[in-house]
Nanobody, 123 residues
Framework: QVQLVESGGGSVQAGGSLRLSCAAS?????MGWFRQAPGKEREGVAA????????YYADSVKGRFTISQDNAENTLYLQMNSLKPEDTAIYYC???????????????????WGQGTQVTVSS
């Protein structure tokens, strides 16, 4: 089993930045960030192929968000810059313990999920 704990969420004004962290209890093959806004479906934000470092992003966050990892502590990060009100959502960390899948943006791809951390961006 892999335990995932997100942190770093909070409230920020539009244009500001936040860095989310996800601490994993053990190593993973890949990890990703998803978010779910009120009344909307959970969507993939970014993912990283942990073993290689390859990254993937949703079009809505490209150029603003950066996903990275600290393998020494099995920690995943999401640096969010130039935040917009539409970025407001609960952000979830996800991990996959088996082989890499091209469907990084699908919830079903991942084996483990964190409880989420709230990000609120005000205008």
């Amino acid at each position: 089993q892999v335990q995932l704990v997100e942190s770093g969420g909070g409230s920020v004004q539009a244009g500001g930045s936040l860095r989310l962290s996800c601490a994993a209890s053990s190593s993973t093959v890949s990890m990703g960030w998803f978010r779910q806004a009120p009344g909307k479906e959970r969507e993939g934000v970014a993912a990283i192929y942990t073993l290689v470092g390859s990254t993937y992003y949703a079009d809505s966050v490209k150029g603003r968000f950066t996903i990275s990892q600290d393998n020494a502590e099995n920690t995943l990060y999401l640096q969010m810059n130039s935040l917009k009100p539409e970025d407001t959502a609960i952000y979830y960390c996800a991990a996959k313990s088996s082989f890499w899948a091209a469907t990084w943006y699908l919830q079903s791809t991942y084996n483990y999920w964190g409880q989420g951390t709230q990000v609120t961006v005000s205008s």
